[in-house]
């Protein structure tokens, strides 16, 4: 039952956690953090938390070292206070990009944040997007790893339906690297008619790519690229820039980590090549509410139904250990 679980937010979405506790049709429970000017934190709730279903919606973005030692010290506290069970919905998992040895000597910081969450006593994860589905395998735990093309295919749907360049299903769906294939075609099941584009590049170092090829036809078309993460924005607006000069007809983006690091969001508003960028609220931004630009759609439908979910099946499952 959804009046036995509690769902906190740390410091990093507590917009979000309040969408998802309306949805819920419950308050969220309040959670203090502090931190202290040696650099250390205190996170703890201000509530009975005894035999409770706990749901901590908390983001590992910047200051990400910080999200990850708030979230340690919060379970940590709440296992002390006996809590029954923890669930982390992290909707972005930071450290996600390094995800293997690129060279040598190099650490996979993404499986060591997963074995601290693990080894904290969390029982769940829920994530969005990560950035290589592999990283599942890293939590010694249950992990549902969401995918947000359902928001987006019905966002572009209702957004290109009265688009006067969108004629005789000229939409096409674009990967801005190899790596990003299986997101384009994810999000093409969501909008039909569509064809898939990759953009072929290379990466000589962090942040800095060259398009080397436009796999596909473009010309007189409207684009959609899809990524999961936009860091400086360089990378993507490079391809966007190559779509526009090969003749595209519009150029719409999305992706469901907007970390905007730097000068991301001036890059942006100066953009004209650029229709749209649609992304996602797993991060939040204050200042994306003036963006002329940049669009923001909730995953709280999302969250709020991985929840439900959740507790219908544990339902069930004390049900029928019930009467066997």
Do not use: W
Request: aromatic fraction near 8%; hydrophobic fraction near 40%.
């Amino acid at each position: 039952m959804l009046k036995d679980i509690l769902v906190f937010s740390l410091s990093s979405n507590i917009k979000l956690t309040n969408k998802v506790c309306n949805l819920l049709g419950i308050e969220m429970s309040k959670s203090v953090v502090r931190h202290f000017a040696d650099g250390e934190c205190l996170a703890t709730c201000d509530c009975d938390v005894r035999g409770k279903k706990i749901y901590i919606i908390q983001s590992t973005s910047k200051p990400a070292n910080d999200r990850i030692m708030e979230t340690l010290i919060f379970i940590d506290g709440i296992k002390r206070a006996n809590c029954k069970e923890i669930t982390l919905i992290c909707p972005y998992f930071g450290y996600a990009r390094q995800d293997r040895i690129a060279h040598q000597n190099e650490p996979i910081s993404a499986r060591m944040v997963a074995d601290l969450f693990t080894n904290v006593g969390v029982k769940r994860v829920v994530t969005v997007e990560l950035h290589t589905p592999q990283i599942q395998g890293f939590f010694g735990v249950p992990v549902d790893n969401c995918s947000p093309s359902y928001v987006f295919g019905k966002y572009f749907r209702q957004r290109l339906a009265n688009d006067k360049n969108v004629v005789d299903n000229n939409v096409a769906i674009v990967a801005p690297d190899h790596g990003a294939l299986y997101r384009a075609r994810d999000l093409a099941n969501f909008i039909p008619n569509t064809s898939i584009v990759i953009i072929d590049k290379r990466r000589p170092k962090p942040n800095v790519a060259e398009i080397t090829n436009i796999v596909g036809d473009i010309e007189g078309k409207v684009c959609i690229m899809v990524d999961d993460i936009i860091d400086t924005g360089g990378t993507i607006l490079a391809g966007a820039k190559a779509l526009h000069d090969k003749g595209a007809k519009e150029v719409f983006i999305c992706c469901s980590h907007a970390l905007f690091n730097g000068n991301a969001l001036e890059k942006f508003e100066a953009a004209d090549y650029v229709t749209e960028c649609c992304v996602t609220d797993t991060i939040e931004h204050p200042e994306f509410e003036n963006s002329k630009k940049i669009k923001v759609v909730s995953i709280a439908d999302m969250i709020a139904s991985v929840i439900r979910s959740h507790e219908s099946h544990e339902r069930i499952k004390d049900q029928y250990a019930r009467f066997h």
